[in-house]
């Protein structure tokens, strides 16, 4: 890794202007400032475009009201109906019904009371509800909170293995980012990071003479360093 935590979160400032309705998660808090909903958007994002995703949180919204009171008493096929656009929505419709119920009855159908817990001890008890794993817990934790956790997905990933930060399990890249950023950066690195994989670091054909970070990475140079010379 060529470049500071520092150096990588400029230049991606300059190139990158943060939209929250690029990042649902995000434009949730934003809207709502319920930790709930944002614990259902992060869900609904799972295997799901980001367009896909914001649809189905908000007709599901404006249809049935994200609370675990109206999801509850929500019929399984009208929840189904309203995020049919993403992908498994049937199993999420379910997964939705299953933490509703959790919430409301072990919770009061307040998210805050596991969010306002030591870092550590809310993560664990996140990761213990059905069908929320680590970058879903994480994502709520540094949203709604500002918790030290870095949520890793398939954009951020690659850019870590492709800059040369991390490669591995989730949390040894996870582990790493946290290490590259200042902790007050974590949320808008995370930002950034997706805004940079899926417009120059794609997953194919990536644009790597567009890029602002290729004198930092270890792909471009080892790209570079295997393409013929035309001079020889």
Partial sequence: MKCTGKEIIERLRKAYKRDPKEYVAYDV???????????????????????????????????????????????????????????????????????????KEKYNGDLNKILDKAPQEAREELLSLPGIGEKTADVVLLTCKGYPYFPVDTHIKRISQRL???????EQ?????MRLFDPKDYLEAHHLLIAHGRNVCKAKNPLCEKCVLNDCCEYYSRINKNKPNNNS
């Fill in 29 to 103: 808090w934003i809207n709502f400032k319920d930790p709930f909903k944002v614990l259902i958007a992060t869900l609904l994002s799972q295997n799901s475009t980001d367009k896909g995703t914001y649809k189905a949180f908000y007709t599901l919204e404006e249809k049935i009201g994200v609370t675990p009171d109206n999801l509850i008493k929500a019929n399984l096929d009208d929840i189904a109906s309203c995020i049919r656009n993403i992908g498994i929505y049937r199993i999420k419709a379910e997964r939705i019904k299953e933490l509703s119920k959790i919430v």
């Fill in 164 to 170: 040369g930060i991390a490669s591995g399990s989730y």
């Fill in 173 to 177: 890249i996870s582990a790493s980012l």
